[in-house]
């Protein structure tokens, strides 16, 4: 089964960081650009970071500067860091490629409080 699991969401306060982590399964991996998306109370889900196979990052611009991902090809894996976290920055983070391969996942909450 192909599939996504992202963890490392939790509670911080205004400023503080977080590192999500996203394992994915299947072959395909390699080949797919990766990003972390994003949905807020009452928003549409949104893409905050991509990152190519070869390493290539987009990031939109509320996160600039703040949020750094990566990808480990070999163990399937893709890292969101999270820094100066902001209470905008609060909502439901999911992994999945830019082309949304995968089925999403349950996600991972990230709760940032003033």
């Known amino acids: 089964q192909v599939q996504v699991v992202e963890s490392g969401g939790g509670l911080v306060q205004a400023g503080g960081s977080l590192s999500l982590t996203c394992a994915a399964s299947?072959?395909?991996?390699?080949?797919?650009?990766m990003g972390w998306y994003r949905q807020a109370p009452g928003k549409q889900r949104e893409l905050v970071a991509s990152i190519s196979y070869g390493g290539r990052t987009t990031y939109a611009d509320s996160v600039k500067g703040r949020f750094t991902i990566s990808r480990d090809n070999g163990k399937k894996t893709v890292h969101l860091q999270m820094n100066s976290l902001k209470p905008e920055d609060t909502g439901v983070y999911y992994c999945n490629t830019d082309d949304l391969y995968y089925s999403w996942g349950q996600g991972t909450q990230v709760t940032v409080s003033s």
């Open positions: 299947g072959s395909i991996f390699r080949s797919k650009t």
